[in-house]
């Protein structure tokens, strides 16, 4: 990949054209993620776990295989999950710096920065969507289910803890999987296949990326991915996506405190094909509230190349 002509605009998932050349970059870029994301990053958090419960009075082992625990999440556990799908931030940072010369904050918007006041407003239209998500949910035939309870769980000590954890921790995993999948990989599938490939690659890997789920929550993730891989090329930043991110899982999580279980939250087994419409209503309505916001703030969509080749140069 070669940096493109002086002048020419560039938009959010074409700027990795304007880094350092070689076509073995976006790969081994993809690779080392997976590497730091996956094994190194989640190896040094245990060490750091295993000696914090060596100081501690209890059983170390069996605390520390409680980690590994999904189906019965502790709020430390919860912690561990959010903190190290936080350190994707960190990670997707030294790759653009190191890999592709270019300034980590490119990865945020085509600013370069973080649009604060599209991102606060993006959070109020994230409330209008699910407010018309559950217009549609109350036309549609009630659907049996044995995972929600109508009786408010007790707020006990573990309670507090969960609600802490989600209120400090998940603004921050949410954030890490937006610039993971709609940052570096919407640009290193930009780079080299273009605007298409850039929306439904990391779409696909996103929901791949969450497990073992049925098809209709499979495709409630790719929707969302899609959704956000939209918003980051046509508004030319990560900032809607991690709006709606950081929403929807607020929302799951507070439920599952008020009225299910958390561990039913991060391993859903159930979903119905009556939830698509429910889906697609909040994707589309999202979808044209946030570019209209865009539009009316006159947010820039795309990068001056020359800009960017200079950023290139003082790295």
Known sequence: MSPEAPGEPLAYHELHRAGRRGWWRPIVGVAAMALLALLVVPAVLQVGVLLYLITQDGPVIDEFLRLFDL???TPFALAFINVTLAALIPITFLL???????RPRWLTSVMPRMRWRYLLACLGVAVLALIATVVVSLLLPSQPTDEIS????????????FALVVLLLTPLQAAGEEYAFRGYLTQVFGGLFGTWIAVLGPAVLFALAHGAQSAPVF??????????GILVIRTGGLEAGIAMHVLNNWLAFSFALSFGDMSEVLTPSGGTWWSIPVTLTQSLVYLWLALLVARRMGLARTADPTVLVASRRRV
């Open 150 to 161: 109508t009786r408010i769980n007790d707020f006990d000590t573990t309670t507090k803890q």
């Open 71 to 73: 189906t019965d999440i």
């Open 96 to 102: 653009t710096r190191v890999l592709h010369g270019l």
């Open 219 to 228: 495709f409630d993730r790719f929707a969302f991915g899609v959704v956000a």
